[in-house]
């Protein structure tokens, strides 16, 4: 279907165009949370498209459609959420079709809620920017030797907290924990004083592997359902005193927040580019064909309470060092196994201008050089009430598919 022609007005900068067609949870007031896909302004309502026939020979099982989550349509199979997108695209371009005449099939988004789109039973947290990593590594290490020994032969993760991962929309309260304050011997317990978004975006597995079953980059594609925009906060002064030897925990487990629509990998394939050389040469397990980054321009924009926002980073998917197949390949070469609603997020998307550094520890360098928002007000680190916004989309030949925004404001620490 390389010609689609909709008969819904949809603007040409709408990230959710006839080419995208995302999967999210959505609610009306006084209703339950299902299954619905972005168009436009709307969201297609599916237990209601269903019922008007539109599924017709699809043999879905209405009870899956109807789900506060997207597990049970994952664990059917890529297959039969890809044919639903066909339908859809097909439904749309026919003006007699059940998704324009029949009642309720058709919600206005300003109308709907979101949730979170799938139950998200495992998360890791990559580390696959190398930009992100050398600016890290200039800081905190040695600027003549950034990136430790490891980091150009594996891709760097980390085993998250699924259960404090949240949709766009929800507020989060400032962390607090142990910190070691400049000059002092002694820790402290205190409110985080340098809360930190991370711009990245992570994938979603959308099919199971049994232990002890590695998954090739090869096979890689076939696990992924799709896409979100990923903030995983950070609050720099605590990880910093608790990372070593184990690595990060409250200063990371606190929130991690996401996009409400799931863009399926099949969407972006229009999109794909090469990737960085990597040099010297990966091992075998980690070596693929053809091109698998994606060109997604990312920004992210801070909004203080009641003022306007201001844009401070803009960088782009493409940049990756680490792909998502060699991520996966990683991931279980040793034999772990992936569960449906599984959730890996890339790490920090860093550009290679200052510009685009994908934290405020690298746009204020650590705090030493403030950034200077719209209203005037100055920013290292996120502040009580700011907004942090995160927005990503691909664009090419006349094709548009975007994730919407992410927005997350922050509340002071729990009293």
Same mark, same amino acid.
């Given at each position: 279907?390389?010609?689609?022609?909709?008969? %819904?007005?949809?603007?040409?900068?709408?990230?959710? #165009?006839?080419?995208?067609?995302?999967? !999210?949870?959505?609610?009306?007031? /006084?209703?339950?949370?299902?299954?619905?896909?972005?168009?436009?302004?709307?969201?297609?309502?599916?237990?209601?498209?269903?019922?008007?026939?539109?599924?017709a020979g699809l043999n879905i099982p209405p009870v899956v459609l109807e789900q506060p989550q997207l597990?049970?349509?994952?664990?059917?199979?890529?297959?039969?959420?890809?044919?639903?997108?066909?339908? %859809?695209?097909?439904?749309?371009?026919?003006?007699? #079709?059940?998704?324009?005449?029949?009642? !309720?099939?058709?919600?206005?988004? /300003?109308?709907?809620?979101?949730?979170?789109?799938?139950?998200?039973?495992?998360?890791?947290?990559?580390?696959?920017?190398?930009?992100?990593?050398?600016?890290?590594g200039k800081m905190f290490r040695d600027p003549e030797n950034a990136l430790l020994p490891n980091w150009k032969h594996i891709p760097v993760g980390y085993h998250g907290r699924a259960s404090s991962i949240i949709p766009s929309g929800e507020p989060i309260r400032r962390p607090k924990g142990q910190t070691l304050p400049k000059g002092q011997s002694k820790p402290v317990f205190q409110a985080s004083q340098r809360l930190d978004f991370e711009l990245e975006m992570a994938f979603?597995?959308?099919?199971?592997?049994?232990?002890?079953?590695?998954?090739?980059?090869?096979?890689a594609n076939e696990y992924i359902f799709g896409m979100v925009l990923f903030n995983d906060w950070s609050a720099r002064d605590i990880q910093k005193w608790e990372y070593v030897p184990l690595g990060p925990f409250l200063g990371k487990n606190f929130a991690s927040s996401i996009s409400p629509w799931v863009v399926m990998l099949e969407a972006l394939e229009p999109f794909k580019v090469a990737g960085p050389i990597q040099d010297p040469p990966v091992l075998p397990y980690l070596e693929y064909q053809g091109d698998s980054n994606y060109?997604?321009?990312?920004?992210?924009?801070?909004?203080?309470?009641?003022?306007?926002?201001?844009?401070?980073?803009?960088s782009n998917f493409k940049y990756m060092y680490w792909n998502m197949q060699q991520q996966l390949a990683h991931h279980t070469v040793n034999g772990c196994n992936v569960r449906v609603g599984d959730m890996l997020a890339s790490g920090t998307i860093s550009g290679h201008t200052p510009d685009s550094y994908g934290s405020m520890l690298e746009l204020s360098w650590s705090g030493s050089k403030p950034l200077t928002l719209a209203d005037g007000s100055a920013r290292s680190f996120i502040e009580n009430g700011d907004t942090v916004k995160m927005r990503g989309f691909s664009q090419r030949a006349g094709k548009r598919v975007g994730f919407g925004e992410l927005s997350t404001k922050v509340l002071p620490s729990h009293p």
């Amino acid at each position: 279907m390389s010609e689609l022609n909709p008969w %819904l007005n949809i603007a040409p900068d709408s990230d959710f #165009s006839i080419h995208n067609l995302p999967f !999210g949870i959505f609610s009306l007031p /006084n209703q339950r949370p299902r299954v619905g896909v972005a168009i436009g302004e709307f969201i297609i309502d599916l237990p209601a498209a269903s019922q008007a026939g539109v599924f017709a020979g699809l043999n879905i099982p209405p009870v899956v459609l109807e789900q506060p989550q997207l597990n049970d349509l994952m664990l059917l199979g890529k297959t039969l959420s890809l044919q639903i997108r066909h339908r %859809l695209q097909q439904q749309l371009c026919d003006a007699t #079709s059940a998704l324009k005449v029949a009642a !309720g099939v058709l919600v206005s988004r /300003n109308a709907a809620n979101m949730h979170m789109p799938v139950q998200v039973g495992d998360y890791t947290d990559f580390y696959s920017s190398i930009e992100h990593a050398t600016n890290v590594g200039k800081m905190f290490r040695d600027p003549e030797n950034a990136l430790l020994p490891n980091w150009k032969h594996i891709p760097v993760g980390y085993h998250g907290r699924a259960s404090s991962i949240i949709p766009s929309g929800e507020p989060i309260r400032r962390p607090k924990g142990q910190t070691l304050p400049k000059g002092q011997s002694k820790p402290v317990f205190q409110a985080s004083q340098r809360l930190d978004f991370e711009l990245e975006m992570a994938f979603i597995i959308g099919k199971e592997s049994k232990l002890g079953q590695p998954i090739s980059t090869q096979e890689a594609n076939e696990y992924i359902f799709g896409m979100v925009l990923f903030n995983d906060w950070s609050a720099r002064d605590i990880q910093k005193w608790e990372y070593v030897p184990l690595g990060p925990f409250l200063g990371k487990n606190f929130a991690s927040s996401i996009s409400p629509w799931v863009v399926m990998l099949e969407a972006l394939e229009p999109f794909k580019v090469a990737g960085p050389i990597q040099d010297p040469p990966v091992l075998p397990y980690l070596e693929y064909q053809g091109d698998s980054n994606y060109d997604i321009d990312l920004e992210v924009g801070i909004a203080p309470e009641g003022k306007e926002e201001t844009l401070v980073s803009k960088s782009n998917f493409k940049y990756m060092y680490w792909n998502m197949q060699q991520q996966l390949a990683h991931h279980t070469v040793n034999g772990c196994n992936v569960r449906v609603g599984d959730m890996l997020a890339s790490g920090t998307i860093s550009g290679h201008t200052p510009d685009s550094y994908g934290s405020m520890l690298e746009l204020s360098w650590s705090g030493s050089k403030p950034l200077t928002l719209a209203d005037g007000s100055a920013r290292s680190f996120i502040e009580n009430g700011d907004t942090v916004k995160m927005r990503g989309f691909s664009q090419r030949a006349g094709k548009r598919v975007g994730f919407g925004e992410l927005s997350t404001k922050v509340l002071p620490s729990h009293p």
